[in-house]
């Protein structure tokens, strides 16, 4: 495997992962009746609609289909992933719901 063929490979691999990172933030918001668009606007105003966040709003099951998403675990992705603007929008929709 050459250099670009290996870039390519850990580009579609972050992808990937950046892809699933997205599914865990939305069906959170599903499980817990928030919209995933509303809240990443709020963290992210002045950009335009992200194209993933729509695609895999669409691999989303209904809240009672759902598994359970613990809140350290889509805050710990979120951060891995350098989305800390998103992680603190979804702390504070978290301590709503605890109130």
Known sequence: MN???KEEKVIRNYQENEKMMILIFAQWCINHDLQPEEIYNQAYPN?????T???VIDQ?????EAEKIEDETVLNVLQLFGNNDLAFVVQSEIEKRKK
């Open 60 to 64: 989303t099951v209904p809240k009672q």
């Open 47 to 51: 950009q335009p609609k992200n194209s």
């Open 3 to 5: 250099s670009k063929e």
């Open 53 to 55: 966040l729509m695609e």
